[in-house]
């Protein structure tokens, strides 16, 4: 999938896709500075085993030749497709691009080759030799980085792409983003869904167990239950309907097509079906109304548990995150609040905290040698 507009534009949110920046080098907005950034230092984060970060003396702070500017690059990865954001050291923005699908746990191989991808088109896009790349101090923000082997074998991996790289999981960047690290929660409505909140600094994880098991507010899931229950119809266990008249066209009313599909389909696959879903249900159609307010009600359970855990101000993040919200109940709005940031600038906050700590680390090890 690429990353232009589709229906409702939708498909372009399920792939996660990006706008090309209007302006280059001035007057873009800056991140904070960071002695003035508001979230907690790195050693909390990395006790609440949020962060899993390594390096490389490439282009780094401990080289004997410093680099007199640095760059720093966030990526947003899921399963459907993956972002990266190019920014310099005053938080100008220099380029952004996209790649393929860059979920760790379902194929680590196919993420590290899509942040590859997506960081040379975003060095593209800002007119920068490739190169540069060794230069730059990367944050990755990945589904399935919640699994501690995964990112220890992707630092591994892309040890000689980038000058340091720093990985968490898709939901702690759109959290760090959305709340700039105060107290807050995040609901991940994409091809999967998740929660994470962080209050009083303790971590609250719900749901993002993975497609074969969890993300019942996704639109792989939604996709998914549509051709299930276009099956049902077809066999007569369910009423027909426009939409599952529609999905057995598009298969040539065959049901064997179907099974074949779902044999190997990827979750971003079955997610391509969402934008149909929320057309229909728009229309009354009983199956699509029925596959959304299912997706709603599980996104409501998430919402729930990270209020009982005290978050008090919720940002909804992902492709399903508009489409959604009003099938949710009125009791919640007070509970939603805007993201100030998005998850790739969340990445490139968390990429240059770590840069300020290994940095201040290195002059004081420095100092105290001298």
């Not at 899993?52 to 497709?81: K, L, R, W």
């Not at 942040?115 to 800002?126: C, E, G, K, T």
Request: aromatic share 6%; net charge neutral; proline share 5%.
């Amino acid at each position: 999938m690429g990353c232009g507009e589709g229906i409702s534009c939708l498909i372009a949110h399920f792939a996660t896709a990006i706008q090309r920046p209007q302006m280059r080098q001035k007057n873009l907005r800056l991140l904070p500075k960071p002695d003035s950034l508001s979230f907690a230092v790195p050693s909390r984060l990395l006790q609440l085993g949020l962060v899993t970060a390594c390096a490389v003396p490439c282009c780094d702070p401990s080289n004997h030749q410093p680099m007199t500017e640095y760059f720093f690059i966030g990526i947003d990865g899921g399963a459907s497709s993956c972002r990266a954001r190019l920014r310099d050291m005053e938080g100008n923005l220099l380029g952004e691009g996209c790649g393929g699908p860059a979920n760790i746990h379902l194929d680590l191989d196919l993420a590290k080759e899509s942040v590859r991808a997506a960081s040379r088109a975003a060095v593209r896009d800002a007119r920068l030799d490739e190169h540069i790349l060794h230069c730059v101090h990367a944050g990755l923000g990945l589904a399935g980085a919640g699994l501690k082997r995964p990112c220890e074998q992707l630092c591994a991996g892309l040890s000689s792409s980038f000058a340091s790289t720093v990985v968490a999981t898709d939901a702690y960047i759109a959290w760090l983003g959305a709340h700039q690290g105060g107290d807050g929660g995040i609901v991940i409505l994409g091809t999967g869904s998740s929660g994470l909140a962080i209050v009083d600094g303790r971590r609250i994880d719900v749901a993002g167990w993975g497609a074969e098991i969890s993300d019942e507010a996704g639109g792989q899931r939604m996709g998914r239950e549509a051709l299930r229950r276009t099956l049902w119809t077809f066999d007569g266990r369910a009423q027909r309907t426009n939409l599952s008249d529609l999905i057995l066209d598009r298969y040539r009313r065959d049901p064997s097509r179907i099974v074949t599909f779902a044999a190997s389909a990827t979750p971003a696959q079955y997610a391509e079906l969402a934008p149909l879903v929320f057309e229909y249900a728009s229309r009354k159609d009983p199956m699509a109304v029925e596959l959304v307010q299912e997706a709603a009600d599980a996104a409501v359970r998430i919402i729930d548990r990270l209020i009982s855990g005290g978050a008090s101000a919720i940002s909804l993040i992902g492709g399903l995150a508009e489409p959604l919200r009003p099938w949710l109940p009125s009791r919640l709005h007070s509970f939603l609040s805007a993201p100030q940031s998005d998850p790739l600038d969340g990445a490139i906050l968390m990429a240059r905290q770590d840069f300020e700590r290994t940095r201040e680390s290195q002059e004081s090890q420095r100092s105290s040698a001298a």
